[in-house]
């Protein structure tokens, strides 16, 4: 992801290398517009030779400035200033001939309030005046604003093309910034550590399907699970092991749930998890072959054992309220599992509460 610098509000390192290739097709668009004029009224030769420098040179300088320089955003609303600072002196040169003028002033103006907002735009209107002002004093005042069909021709490569270059920039612009959007949304929703939904996504996702299920009568589970003794591997193991223990499990439920289930890390050692349209029934065989397999798991080599992890499971029913109710209940469920010798799945209100051991 690009910083950004608080006060300019452009991007940062990465930009000199963005910008690059939009300045060099720019300015030598430019000294194209700029030479047609050049040719009708015989410029003098030190006009061309600074008119070379800036459309061919002056790109290369202002990226390696940029690149190499401690702010790189500083740097780079300094070369937005002399592009400006440019344009108004050749506008000058021109004698104020009114295409190629207005032209060039009107990109180089929406480059900055593009880049910098109201504030970079309105410096780049003092550096425009600037750059006049020290063309005026260069070359004199004659202005010459009729701009002949041979002038119309030079300056329609810039007219055509650099706005298709800018809005390619800007269409990039946007799908960066939208794909970075979704990254930042993607990893505020997931635990850094087992790569599941963390409890905040999970819980939002868990109001939505009880409502739905509220709302059309279908039934839905909430399983809570929490694996057996996991202290102990802490203690004996250390806590790099334990959480290897807790990511290969993760990958391992994920693996085994089905798509419609949703699953998180809620916490520590504890996953939560909403089984949509299925009934205490159809939940319990789910989580019970998910149980069993458990046990099975080899959890990686630098934990010999094997863990048991125990369920409580609680379907949606009408003395459930609202979310907090049914968390209530899959984790007493879950509490009576443990009381119960571990490793087990209880389904909540039922009459033997053990409903399945292992």
Same mark, same amino acid.
């Given at each position: 992801?690009?910083?950004?610098?608080?006060?300019?509000?452009?991007?940062?390192?990465?930009?000199?290398?963005?910008?690059?290739?939009?300045?060099?097709?720019?300015?030598?668009?430019?000294?194209?517009?700029? %030479?047609?004029?050049?040719?009708?009224?015989?410029?003098?030769?030190?006009?061309?030779?600074?008119?070379?420098?800036?459309?061919?040179?002056?790109?290369?300088?202002?990226?390696?400035?940029?690149?190499?320089?401690?702010?790189?955003?500083?740097?780079?609303?300094?070369?937005?200033?002399?592009?400006?600072?440019?344009?108004?002196?050749?506008?000058?040169?021109?004698?104020?001939?009114?295409?190629?003028?207005?032209?060039?002033?009107?990109?180089?103006?929406?480059?900055?309030?593009?880049?910098?907002?109201?504030?970079?735009? @309105?410096?780049?209107?003092?550096?425009?005046?600037?750059?006049?002002?020290?063309?005026? @004093?260069?070359?004199?005042?004659?202005?010459?604003?009729?701009?002949?069909?041979?002038?119309?021709?030079?300056?329609?490569?810039?007219?055509?093309?650099?706005?298709?270059?800018?809005?390619?920039?800007?269409?990039?612009?946007?799908?960066?910034?939208?794909?970075?959007?979704?990254?930042?949304?993607?990893?505020?929703?997931?635990?850094?550590?087992?790569?599941?939904?963390?409890?905040?996504?999970?819980?939002?996702?868990?109001?939505?399907?009880?409502?739905?299920?509220?709302?059309?009568?279908?039934?839905?589970?909430?399983?809570?699970?929490?694996?057996?003794?996991?202290?102990?591997?802490?203690?004996?193991?250390?806590?790099?092991?334990?959480?290897?223990?807790?990511?290969?499990?993760?990958?391992?439920?994920?693996?085994?749930?089905?798509?419609?289930?949703?699953?998180?890390?809620?916490?520590?050692?504890?996953?939560?998890?909403?089984?949509?349209?299925?009934?205490?029934?159809? %939940?319990?065989?789910?989580?019970?072959?998910?149980?069993?397999?458990?046990?099975?798991?080899?959890?990686?080599?630098?934990?010999?054992?094997?863990?048991?992890?125990?369920?409580? @499971?609680?379907?949606?029913?009408?003395?459930?309220?609202?979310?907090?109710?049914?968390?209530?209940?899959?984790?007493?469920?879950?509490?009576? %599992?443990?009381?119960?010798?571990?490793?087990?799945?209880?389904?909540?209100?039922?009459?033997?509460?053990?409903?399945?051991?292992?």
């Amino acid at each position: 992801m690009t910083k950004e610098n608080p006060s300019g509000g452009i991007p940062g390192r990465g930009f000199p290398r963005r910008v690059y290739p939009a300045r060099v097709i720019g300015v030598g668009l430019g000294f194209i517009g700029v %030479a047609g004029v050049f040719v009708s009224a015989g410029a003098p030769p030190w006009a061309w030779l600074l008119l070379i420098l800036n459309g061919f040179v002056w790109p290369h300088i202002a990226f390696l400035s940029a690149r190499h320089a401690a702010d790189p955003s500083r740097a780079e609303r300094r070369n937005l200033m002399i592009d400006a600072l440019a344009g108004g002196f050749w506008v000058a040169l021109m004698q104020f001939n009114m295409l190629p003028s207005a032209l060039l002033l009107a990109m180089l103006s929406m480059d900055n309030m593009a880049l910098g907002g109201m504030r970079l735009f @309105l410096r780049g209107l003092l550096a425009h005046l600037t750059g006049i002002a020290t063309g005026v @004093l260069l070359a004199g005042w004659a202005p010459a604003p009729v701009t002949n069909a041979r002038e119309i021709l030079f300056c329609l490569p810039f007219l055509l093309i650099y706005p298709q270059l800018v809005g390619n920039i800007t269409f990039q612009l946007a799908q960066r910034l939208d794909a970075e959007k979704r990254s930042l949304l993607q990893r505020t929703r997931i635990d850094a550590l087992t790569g599941l939904w963390n409890r905040g996504y999970w819980q939002e996702r868990a109001l939505a399907e009880l409502s739905r299920s509220q709302r059309q009568g279908a039934p839905a589970v909430l399983v809570i699970a929490d694996i057996d003794h996991f202290k102990n591997i802490n203690d004996h193991f250390g806590h790099g092991v334990g959480d290897q223990v807790l990511r290969r499990l993760s990958a391992l439920l994920q693996k085994e749930v089905r798509i419609s289930d949703f699953l998180c890390r809620y916490g520590g050692e504890e996953f939560a998890m909403v089984l949509p349209d299925t009934d205490n029934t159809g %939940a319990l065989a789910v989580i019970e072959r998910l149980r069993e397999t458990i046990m099975r798991c080899d959890l990686g080599p630098d934990y010999p054992g094997r863990v048991t992890v125990s369920f409580g @499971l609680a379907q949606l029913g009408p003395a459930i309220a609202d979310l907090p109710a049914w968390i209530e209940a899959a984790d007493t469920a879950l509490y009576q %599992a443990k009381q119960a010798g571990r490793n087990r799945s209880v389904v909540y209100g039922s009459q033997d509460p053990v409903s399945s051991a292992g």
